[in-house]
């Protein structure tokens, strides 16, 4: 019987979507960009760092190891009939869904080869040089799923948002991360709640990333001198087109010692055992600045040892290209 009502329950078919011209030229204009970004980092993989700097840093090789699956990706575009009306749009989101899954993936990926004397191996090789590749390198990744999910959703990205509801969403974010690993959640004291507060125009999920990870760093020092985790929002004193995000821990402070290690990816003071999703491998607080980069702001950290830290971070109000609105800063690192 079930076997039988279930054909009653078929899906409907899915509608074909009609291969216009501007889709085409939409399309073009894509693959071009990816072809450029995936050039941009093969060079990257192969010129920006000395052959014996990346055969005496594994950590380096667990990156430059992705260079065959990006030019997989490179061939797919190049030489692929996509600027074609027979190549059906279905097929074309399909690709573009599967560079996305795999540019989602590509941390994973570099983060499940590392070991802890890779991390010792680079903090003691590490350099201004070592330090652009990993910026160059990450700006490009998410220049790309930029670029990829700007194709596949309809609604635009960068787009003007309430700061206050991006802040309520970063501390839902955060709470519920924590609880599901098991962390303990802090106290949030929003110290302007009542008042009106600038918008940021911003990537919003780019910006809940930047929240949590500066959150889950304040937990634990602010939970250990039973203090909130203090959060201003407000207009930047010195540049009205930009909006302040304040997060302040309490906490203790750190030795003035670690302030530069802490820009450095890749480094941290957590061992294998400690590993886990939310912690150990050192990319929170350099990825928060390609992040805040990204969306044309910029982070700064303020230390006072025995005291606590405090973290400022600056988003623009509005549009800073008014011809372009929608574009965020795309630059690309060769």
Same mark, same amino acid.
């Given at each position: ?6 054909? #009653? ?13 501007? *889709?085409?030229? /939409? ?9 450029? @970004? ?10 920006? *760092? ?9 950590? %380096? !090789? ?24 027979? #190549?059906? !749009? ?6 573009? =869904? ?14 499940? /080869?590392?070991?802890?004397?890779? *991390?010792?191996? +680079? ?6 040089? @070592? ?34 509801? *991006? ?24 110290? =302007?709640? &009542? ?6 125009? $911003? %990537?919003?999920?780019?910006?809940? &990333?930047?929240? #949590? ?15 909130? @985790? ?48 939310? &912690?150990?491998?050192?990319?929170? +607080?350099? +990825? $928060? ?14 230390? %006072? ?9 600056? +988003?623009?109000? &509005? ?16």
């Amino acid at each position: 019987m079930f076997q039988r009502l279930s054909g #009653f329950f078929k899906k409907a078919p899915v509608p074909i979507i009609k291969v216009t011209p501007e *889709l085409l030229l /939409k399309r073009e204009t894509l693959c071009n960009d990816l072809q450029q @970004i995936y050039e941009t980092q093969l060079n990257l993989f192969a010129n920006a *760092l000395p052959p014996d700097t990346v055969k005496n840093v594994p950590l %380096i !090789e667990h990156y430059t190891s992705l260079a065959d699956e990006y030019k997989r990706h490179l061939s797919e575009i190049k030489n692929g009939n996509y600027i074609s009306k027979e #190549f059906t !749009e279905e097929l074309f989101v399909d690709l573009i =869904n599967k560079q996305l899954d795999y540019t989602v993936s590509e941390l994973e990926i570099i983060n499940s /080869k590392i070991q802890h004397s890779d *991390l010792k191996n +680079l903090d003691e090789a590490y350099d201004k040089d @070592i330090d652009r590749f990993f910026t160059d390198y990450h700006k490009n990744r998410i220049s790309k799923s930029y670029l990829l999910k700007t194709y596949l959703y309809p609604d635009p990205l960068l787009t003007s948002q309430n700061s206050r509801l *991006l802040l309520d969403e970063a501390i839902k974010t955060t709470s519920k991360m924590l609880s599901l690993n098991d962390y303990p959640i802090p106290k949030f004291n929003i110290m =302007n709640s &009542h008042s009106e507060v600038p918008s940021a125009y $911003c %990537i919003s999920a780019h910006v809940v &990333h930047i929240m #949590f990870e500066l959150f889950k760093n304040a937990t634990i020092p602010s939970m250990v001198r039973n203090q909130p @985790i203090q959060i201003g929002i407000y207009s930047d004193v010195n540049n009205p087109d930009l909006v302040v995000f304040e997060i302040k821990d309490n906490g203790g402070g750190m030795p003035n010692s670690m302030l530069k290690k802490i820009w450095q990816f890749h480094y941290t003071t957590s061992n294998d055992n400690d590993r886990d999703v939310i &912690h150990g491998f050192g990319m929170g +607080l350099p +990825l $928060c600045k390609v992040f805040a980069e990204f969306n044309y702001g910029s982070i700064k950290l303020v230390n %006072i040892e025995d005291h606590g830290v405090t973290v400022y971070l600056k +988003l623009p109000t &509005h549009a800073t290209n008014p011809e372009k609105p929608s574009e965020p800063a795309l630059d690309l690192y060769e």
